[in-house]
């Protein structure tokens, strides 16, 4: 199995990961298998105490990562972002609801 060694700060959003160039390794990565294992990493306990806080290069060249092949990535990216799309779509219904209650809430209050 391939490692994955981090050599400096990373920064990522939702859907575009930055700063992969630091990364060692993720040629035998997805992105989006990256996102979501970094998602999951617990990399506060490498984090640098002071005025600002972060992640040191020093600290993040002791992190390894053990990744699986690329078909078995891809496997669980589909699965997490299934996941992700079923939650999207729960906390859409959730608003619509809300709005909902709050017309009939307003429209069965309002005596006029």
């Known amino acids: 199995m391939p490692a994955l060694t981090l050599d400096g ?3 990522f959003s939702k859907d575009v990961l ?3 160039n630091g990364v060692t ?3 035998f990565m997805s992105q989006r298998f990256l996102f979501y294992m970094l998602q999951n990493a ?14 040191s290069v020093s600290k993040m060249n002791e992190v390894r990562f053990f990744i699986p092949s690329l078909p078995e990535q891809q496997r669980i990216v589909s699965i997490l ?4 799309a079923s939650i999207a779509n729960l906390e859409q219904q ?3 609801r809300e709005r909902q209650y709050e017309y009939y809430r307003n429209k069965l209050l309002t005596f006029e």
């Open 9 to 11: 700060l990373l920064q």
């Open 18 to 20: 930055y700063g992969i």
């Open 25 to 27: 390794g993720k040629e």
């Open 42 to 55: 617990n990399l506060n306990q490498y984090k640098t105490q002071g005025a600002q806080p972060g992640l």
């Open 81 to 84: 972002d299934t996941f992700e």
């Open 94 to 96: 959730l608003a619509q």
